[in-house]
């Protein structure tokens, strides 16, 4: 990872994009129940609260290998909310 600049706006960039996808669903399906749509919104956003939390984190000892464990975090996390959009 090139800084934490760039950690936090992939954070934000990643998960945004997810609840925007979501926001596309429910207007391109408006009859459709929003309850599974809703849940994934929330769940991007404890997982934003979550992982920013883990950035700002000062008491680390090996940062490299902390910041490179939350990179992987958000990608496993992103492919997981992308899967459960595409089975809306």
Not at 15 to 30: F, M, Q
């Amino acid at each position: 990872m090139a800084s934490i600049k760039n950690l936090k706006r992939n954070i934000n960039y990643i998960l945004g994009d997810i609840i925007e996808e979501c926001y596309v669903w429910e207007l391109v399906n408006p009859k459709a129940d929003t309850k599974k749509s809703q849940a994934i919104i929330e769940d991007a956003i404890a997982t934003f609260d979550t992982l920013l939390d883990k950035v700002n984190e000062k008491k680390v000892e090996n940062k490299k290998a902390h910041f490179v464990g939350i990179n992987k975090e958000l990608e496993t996390k992103a492919n997981t909310l992308i899967a459960k959009i595409n089975k809306l």
